[in-house]
């Protein structure tokens, strides 16, 4: 009766603990060598923890139970050529990377370097809008009114795209 429910009820959330257990345990039985670290040198535009947003390979942590994050040199290579790309989308088109490390003296894991030389900004030199001449002057100047881009300021995709659609929808808005 009440008892043997009692008894059963009491054993089924150990035995859920237990299948949980065995399912992170399995979990985490993943082969090749761990990432422990990833550490960024050379980078003063842009801060480590942004660049390291923008890659695939993540470092897997210190706490118990945490997500296992194995080393795959493909990807890693993919992800030195999207942090040099990062870089020349927000106007750094010298940047490239000086030097990479893969330390495997830990067994089982890997300390990955990565040492970038940004290069100098590409600044805008000047900016300006053509082939609206035949434009009233009104029209003229909304279309070049809030422009992304400013002379003197680093020339980024972003600003670029954000420039190419303030000047359109100013002409949409006018009728155009």
């Known amino acids: 009766g009440m008892r043997t429910r009692r008894a059963r009820l009491g054993a089924t959330p150990f035995v859920a603990l237990l299948a949980l257990a065995a399912a992170c345990a399995t979990r985490q039985d993943v082969p090749g060598r761990l ?3 990833i550490h960024i040198s050379g980078n003063h535009a842009f801060s480590s923890r942004a660049l390291r947003k923008i890659i695939s390979t993540q470092q897997t942590g210190w706490w118990p ?37 893969v330390d495997k003296s830990k067994p089982g894991q890997v300390s990955l370097e990565v040492e970038v030389r940004e290069g100098e900004a590409t600044h805008v030199s000047s900016v300006d809008v053509t082939g609206l001449d035949a434009l009233p002057v009104a029209d003229r100047e ?3 009114k809030h422009l992304a881009l400013e002379k ?5 995709e972003p600003g670029w795209a954000a420039a190419k659609d303030s000047v359109r ?3 949409r808005e006018r009728g155009y």
């Open 35 to 37: 990432v422990k670290g």
């Open 65 to 101: 139970f945490a997500t296992r994050h194995v080393f795959d040199p493909v990807v890693w290579d993919q992800d030195l050529q999207r942090i040099v790309r990062y870089y020349q989308a927000h106007g750094y088109y010298d940047a490239q990377i000086a030097n990479t490390r």
């Open 142 to 144: 909304a279309a070049r």
């Open 152 to 156: 003197g300021g680093v020339f980024t």
């Open 169 to 171: 929808s100013a002409m």
